[in-house]
């Protein structure tokens, strides 16, 4: 569906490219000094004028290269919208232009604008002088207001519909049309699929269908340590217990088929049921599988209060996180000792 769009302004744009050569000897030019340049823009005569030595109201020390632009006759227009633009260019194309600085002013106004480009320290060692020359290009934009415009009431459109792509992906997946490859679990169950929605939704099976591993034309795949119920993803959203037991052998399939969304959905769900029972069993997975989050809250549940260590320690759970991942106690009595200072 194409949206309308109504123009209620206009702007007239020149941009040209002014070149200083001996820039060596504008050193001497005093703060009133300037090389002038005349324009005609929207049919109006300007005059751009260079000053190499400008002294500007916020520093009487540092002297600027500046660009000021002034109107000759009276504008055509009341309150006329001028945008004044410039930068230091390289015409050799080695460097990049320099940053660009701007300036709007509404005229008529007998001052002008003026814009600093480069503070006048800094130019002889920027790169911008070439053989003693120096180019600014300048850009001046007016901005023409359009007569007034009657827009017609938009005739608004029904509302969109939902998205049903996830509709059709589950029905893909039910009536397993078009599959073209199959899992098998220890259990002998086997899952149809399909390779290419597989390989957008995780690199690992990207590599395992499309790289140069073994499975890349094979239509079989086996996958070990892996409950059905698992291998299916259900959403988590039964009761506590269950689905606290669902999302960490999720989180153990996410990571090891790269499925970083729903690996940190069930990081999330795991530290949102943490307790006394189940904490030391989730460390140890978060640790297993790399989730600074889960393992962070795990660390801070433990560490919270003397009395809540001494019956994690005291949980089957602690005996495992012993014997998988020693190597969390250091960081797990640091945390508590830096309670109880």
């Not at 009487?60 to 002034?70: E, N, Q, T």
């Not at 039910?174 to 929605?197: C, N, P, S, Y």
């Not at 690992?204 to 892996?226: C, H, L, P, T």
């Amino acid at each position: 569906m194409e949206h309308g769009r109504t123009v209620l302004t206009e702007a007239v744009r020149k941009v040209q490219l002014l070149k200083i050569d001996g820039y060596c000897a504008t050193s001497v030019m005093k703060h009133s000094d300037y090389i002038k340049s005349k324009w005609n823009v929207d049919g109006h005569e300007w005059e751009v004028r260079i000053h190499p030595n400008y002294y500007n109201n916020n520093n009487h020390w540092d002297p600027w290269m500046a660009v000021k632009l002034i109107l000759h006759g009276e504008p055509r227009r009341n309150k006329l919208k001028v945008n004044l633009s410039c930068r230091l260019v390289d015409t050799s194309h080695r460097l990049d232009p320099s940053a660009e600085k701007s300036l709007s002013h509404v005229f008529p106004s007998c001052d002008g604008c003026t814009v600093a480009v480069m503070s006048r320290d800094i130019i002889p060692s920027s790169g911008y002088v070439v053989n003693d020359s120096l180019t600014v290009q300048c850009t001046i934009t007016v901005l023409k207001e359009l007569a007034d415009i009657e827009v017609p009431a938009n005739t608004e459109a029904p509302p969109l519909p939902p998205s049903d792509l996830e509709r059709h992906f589950g029905e893909l997946w039910q009536g397993q049309r078009g599959a073209d490859v199959t899992f098998v679990l220890d259990t002998r169950e086997r899952f149809l699929a399909h390779k290419a929605i597989l390989a957008a939704r995780s690199p690992v099976f990207m590599a395992e269908f499309f790289g140069g591993m073994n499975e890349k034309s094979s239509q079989s795949v086996r996958i070990e340590d892996m409950e059905a119920s698992v291998f299916k993803a259900p959403e988590l959203n039964e009761e506590l217990e269950v689905a606290m037991a669902m999302a960490q052998h999720l989180l153990a399939a996410a990571d090891r088929y790269g499925l970083d969304r729903l690996k940190l959905m069930c990081e999330t769900k795991l530290a949102g049921g943490i307790s006394i029972d189940t904490v030391a069993t989730t460390l140890a997975l978060a640790e297993q599988h790399n989730c600074s989050l889960l393992k962070t809250k795990c660390v801070d549940f433990i560490a919270r209060s003397p009395e809540t260590l001494d019956a994690v320690l005291a949980t089957e759970g602690y005996n495992h996180l012993v014997e998988s991942c020693p190597l969390v106690l250091t960081e797990l009595l640091r945390a508590a000792h830096g309670r109880r200072i």
